[in-house]
């Protein structure tokens, strides 16, 4: 393989970005995964499938093992190892949603009640602990050490970023610094690994692990970017959580960073009180909102977002053309044009 990197542009006729193409590309090995997580998450106790179901039956875009299974058809692997750790992948990811549900106390996802309302936080707790589990069971069955060091050294890194993110909660002096590498903990380090792993499983070389690294993480950080932008930018009906569920919950995201950073005096003491816990009506997230477009917060974090997508795309320039090399661009450059 050559080692010239061409970084890739898009053509002025290129359309749309779409998940279209990985959605096709990883089809087949995505009905295998699927077969896999419905086995794995059975269990003689029946609160154990009916609330993990819950969550993992009720729709997402499964991003991150779609990753593993792009990145094998990237590097060009053969074998079928990719599909269970790719179960793994959304296993950790399942637990870490169903964990943030109730530390957060959210009410809905995806459109409709939270495993904590429907079935307690006691029992949320346990079922993601069932499912990390399960995670690390996959990864053992794989026999990789390298795997198993990657996949849990992601985990721990992603628990170290909800910490993080939760002493971080309510303090108005949360710098762009500090919230990047929280989202590069709590979302782009699992993107990483779940891209990464599928060059292991294929025995590539070093440089290529890098690349598909490399690419995960700077995905990673555009979707969470956008996920935040969102916040502030979207009905309930096009998101995975209710609108203002971040504004209320007093987290830092980089919108409010911004919108703080570049109001006056009293737009400033409305940004205090309101992270503070002292501003969360109906009327405040209203206002909120309408800083936050006067200053243009939700462009410049969705900007930031394209300049983290275009550099997800450029690793991707160690490998060849290929379809598999074009449907993980295109899924890059729809991470930030997408509404929902």
């Not at 307690?120 to 069932?130: E, I, K, S």
């Not at 996959?138 to 992603?158: N, R, Y």
């Not at 969102?230 to 919950?249: A, H, L, N």
Request: contains cysteine; charged residues 25%; glycine residues 8%.
């Amino acid at each position: 393989m050559s080692d010239t990197v061409v970084p890739i542009k898009r053509g002025p006729d290129a359309g749309l970005p779409s998940l279209s193409p990985i959605l096709s590309l990883t089809a087949t090995s995505m009905n295998a995964v699927n077969a896999i997580i419905l086995d794995r998450m059975q269990s003689e106790i029946p609160l154990i499938p009916a609330l993990a179901g819950h969550l993992i039956a009720g729709g997402g875009k499964r991003m991150r093992p779609m990753l593993t299974l792009a990145g094998a058809e990237v590097v060009g692997y053969q074998g079928t190892r990719h599909h269970k750790l790719a179960a793994a992948v959304e296993f950790i990811h399942t637990a870490t949603l169903l964990h943030d549900d109730v530390v957060d106390g959210s009410e809905t996802r995806r459109g409709k009640e939270t495993a904590n309302i429907v079935f307690g936080n006691p029992a949320t707790v346990l079922v993601g602990d069932f499912l990390f589990s399960r995670a690390f069971e996959l990864m053992v069955e794989d026999g990789s050490l390298k795997v198993l060091k990657i996949l849990s050294g992601a985990s721990a890194i992603i628990a170290q970023g909800e910490v993080d993110q939760l002493t971080a909660q309510r303090r108005i002096e949360t710098s762009e610094e500090r919230y990047l590498n929280i989202i590069g903990a709590k979302t782009a380090a699992l993107f990483a690994a779940a891209s990464r792993i599928a060059a292991v499983v294929a025995e590539r070389p070093e440089a290529e692990e890098k690349a598909l690294d490399d690419y995960g993480r700077n995905l990673g950080v555009a979707f969470q970017l956008v996920d935040d932008a969102i916040d502030y930018d979207s009905g309930t009906s096009e998101m995975g959580k209710d609108r203002g569920d971040d504004f209320r919950e007093g987290k830092m995201t980089l919108p409010v960073i911004l919108a703080y950073a570049r109001g006056d005096g009293e737009e400033r003491r409305f940004w205090q009180d309101a992270i503070a816990g002292f501003a969360n009506e109906d009327a405040d997230l209203a206002q909120a909102v309408e800083l936050i477009r006067r200053h243009d917060c939700v462009t410049a974090t969705r900007d930031r977002a394209r300049h983290y997508a275009e550099r997800a795309c450029d690793a991707l320039s160690v490998f060849p053309d290929s379809a598999a090399r074009r449907a993980m661009v295109d899924a890059a450059r729809f991470a930030v044009s997408r509404g929902y």
